[in-house]
Each structure stands twice: as C-alpha cells, then as structure tokens.
C-alpha cells in the first residue's frame, strides 16, 4: 500500500504514505472485531487505504500544505483523484519501490533498512535483528534515507526507464544487488521468526518467493534485457527451503529439527520449481553466494543422510566462505564438518570462531560436545538458553539440556 501510494504522488510522501497505511489497519482492528474480517480482506484494505488518501487529499491540512502545496511547486497545478488498485498496477509499484529505495545515492545499510521497513512491513526492533544493530541506528539511517530520496528528486521508475542507456541501465546491478539482500532477508525472517510467540513466519517467506518472482519477470523497459542469475539462484533457495515450512513446525506450534522433521510433509512441488530456478541460474555459468546456497539447501532436500551428502555440503560451505564469509556461513560450515569427520574433530572448528554472544555460537558447541562431554554440553546449551528469545527455542534447549543430565 506505501508502494502504491508512493508510485502516484511521489517517494516524498513516503511519510505520509505510512500514516495513512496505519490509519487503514486501525480501522481494519476496529471494523473486523465489531463486523467479522470481510470476504476479502486484501481488496478492504486496499479500498479503504486508497479512501483514506483521496478523502487526505481533499480535505485534510495537512495535505494541502505538504501534498499539494509540492505538486504545484513541481509544476503540477491539478491532481487527478483517482488511486489505481489494480492488481497489476500493486505489483508494478512493489517493483518500483524495490528499485527506489536502493538507490546508489543512499549506502546499502540504508537501502536495505528501507525495503525491509517501507515494503516488507518490518517493525524496527525487527530490522535491528535481522541487520546486528540497535534501534537508534535504525531509526537514525531511516531518517536520513528518506530525507536523502527527497532531496535528491528520486522517482519511483526502474532504472532504464529513467532514462540511463545500456540495457537495463547504469546503475541496475547496482540496486539489484540491494534488492536481492533486502528479500533474502525478508524470507530469512520468516524462516528463522525473531518472534517471540512464533517458530517461523509463512506468509514473509511467501511474500518474499513472490517479490523475487517479480525480478524474473522484469526485462528492462524493451522488454528485451536477460534476468541476471542470482535473482534465479535466490528463487530457487527460497523455493529449496519454503519446501520444507509445514515440517519445521509440530502440530503443537514447537519448532522441529531438521534431523527430526518428517520427509513427507516436504513439498515436492516447491522443490521441483526450485530445480528448475537453479537449472536456469547454472546455466549462465556466473557463481554467487545465492547460487551456492541454494546447493547447500538442494542437498537438504534429500532424504537420505549418507556421508556423500553432507561432504558436498560441507564443500559447499568451504567455497562459499572464500566467496562470501560471513560469521553463520562459518557456524553451519562447523556443523557440516562434525556430520563428515565427528565430533571431536569439528570442536576446534566451532571453538575457533569465538562468536561470544551469539545464540547459535552456543547452540552449536553444546551440540558437539554432546556425548562427547554432557557437562560442558550443559553449559554451553544453558548460555545459548539465555540468549535464546522465542519460546520455541527455549523449549528446544531445555530438552536438550534434560537429554545431557540423563546420560
């Protein structure tokens, strides 16, 4: 909805965008707890969001003196009433907005901050976790994003329709690197929920397969342009790892492991579309950090647990910390290394990486140790407990914990 709004008056609204967007679920709360939720409670919102803006428009204040009050010192002396709620026209503003708010003339952190606020309708606390940062700095490169977009006159239009030569245009790789790691956050966020009340978050990992579908679909403003493959390579990891959402959770809303997850609740169909994605995204014969991961979570696919499985796992995780390193890349690699050469083995690994602080540091050690040592297992587990924010979590730890002082 902020998109939409955005696309007909303009990034410079994005504020307002915003209020009026609150102002539409206010009345959803109020309506739906007196009336019942409608038969289609998309369409409502959108209907009642597009009422808001127009009745804004032609009424309120402040619309006159910010809304107004720009178009006419911009050269627009009429506003035709009019918000296009087509479902077409709803993802083509999506696209827009992914494009706009990873603009270069902003820093990265900035960008992806902004898609995960303005079209991934992230709460803040939410963007401090999924970036390792503090609510302050969030809210500080929010502020300065948006005063950024403004001030340079940025446009809701996809880069070579901005009039930039050269295909998709200069600047487009730019932005879509941007683009694709504000969504494999979004899907990331789903999948492993910071919620506290909930182990994984199925309509974020499904927003973020179908803005990642909508890459696929844009090929430049002649229509003629190739889909870069990483924006292949991510799809097909969504795909690989939503396949499996209905096994991750028990019917009593616990979070299950993967060595404890049922196999025929695996989503074959979801799999074989993700086959096909990665299929598409090899052929062009570029390497990224999505095409590996997608590798890592094809092999996950399998149902058989045999060695050669989890060497090409842990091959995988070798080439994509040369490619890519990142601190929970390293971690999954340690754990791969117990699955092919033990325990013991894989302990240094672990130790080695000093992640002080990290639930998933603690996690994985009091896992190793399993077996191995039960009471510096305890330990650790008992760190990771108090690091650990969801129930689900929680519950999975004390078990695990209860497991060792069994042995």
């Known amino acids: 909805m902020v998109a939409l709004i955005c696309s007909r008056f303009g990034i410079g609204q994005i504020d307002a965008a915003e209020d009026i967007v609150s102002e539409t679920f206010l009345a959803a709360a109020e309506t739906w707890g007196l009336k019942g939720v409608p038969d289609n409670p998309v369409a409502w919102l959108y209907r009642v969001a597009r009422n808001n803006t127009l009745n804004g428009l032609k ?8 809304v107004k009050g720009a178009l006419v010192q911009s050269g627009i002396s009429h506003v035709e009433p ?29 960008q992806v901050s902004l898609g995960l606020r303005v079209l991934c309708g992230f709460t803040i606390d939410e963007i401090a976790q999924a970036l390792l940062t503090t609510k302050t700095n969030i809210n500080k490169r929010l502020y300065r994003a948006k005063e950024k977009l403004r001030s340079c ?5 996809l880069p070579d329709e901005a009039g930039v030569s050269g295909g998709p245009g200069e600047g487009f790789n730019e932005r879509l690197d ?18 506290p009340d909930k182990v994984l978050r199925k309509e974020l990992c499904l927003e973020a397969v179908r803005l990642t579908y909508l890459l696929t679909e844009y090929r430049g403003g002649s229509g003629r342009g190739v889909v870069r493959a990483d924006v292949y390579s991510l799809l097909a990891l969504m795909c690989f ?26 989503d074959c169909e979801l799999i074989s579309r993700g086959n096909a994605f990665f299929i598409t995204a090899c052929d062009s014969g570029v390497l990224s950090r999505y095409q590996l991961e997608a590798a890592i979570a ?15 796992i842990l091959l995988l995780y070798n080439k994509l910390l040369i490619l890519d390193y990142s601190p929970i890349a390293a971690l999954n690699r340690a754990y791969a290394y117990a699955r092919v050469y033990g325990k013991q083995a894989a302990i240094p690994e672990a130790e080695g990486l000093a992640l002080e602080g990290n639930l998933f540091y603690y996690s994985l050690l009091g896992e190793l140790y399993m077996g191995v040592d039960d009471g510096r297992a305890v330990g650790h587990f008992e760190r990771a407990l108090e690091l650990a924010t969801t129930e689900a979590e929680r519950a999975v730890l004390m078990e695990k914990i209860g497991k060792c002082r069994r042995a």
């Open 241 to 266: 790892q939503a396949s499996r959402l209905d096994a991750r959770v028990d019917a009593g809303g616990g979070l299950v492991l993967y060595e404890q997850q049922d196999s025929e609740l695996w």
């Open 82 to 110: 009019e918000l296009d709620i087509s479902p077409g026209n709803i993802m083509d503003s999506q696209l827009r907005m992914l494009f706009a708010v990873s603009h270069p003339a902003i820093p990265v952190e900035a």
């Open 178 to 195: 941007a683009v694709l790691f504000t969504l494999y956050l979004l899907f990331n966020e789903g999948y492993y929920s910071m919620s």
């Open 59 to 66: 009424h309120e204040r402040v619309f006159r003196k910010k």
């Open 153 to 157: 006159g940025v446009r809701l239009e």
């Open 298 to 312: 094809w092999w996950h696919t399998h149902h058989r647990d045999g060695r050669e499985k989890w060497e090409n």
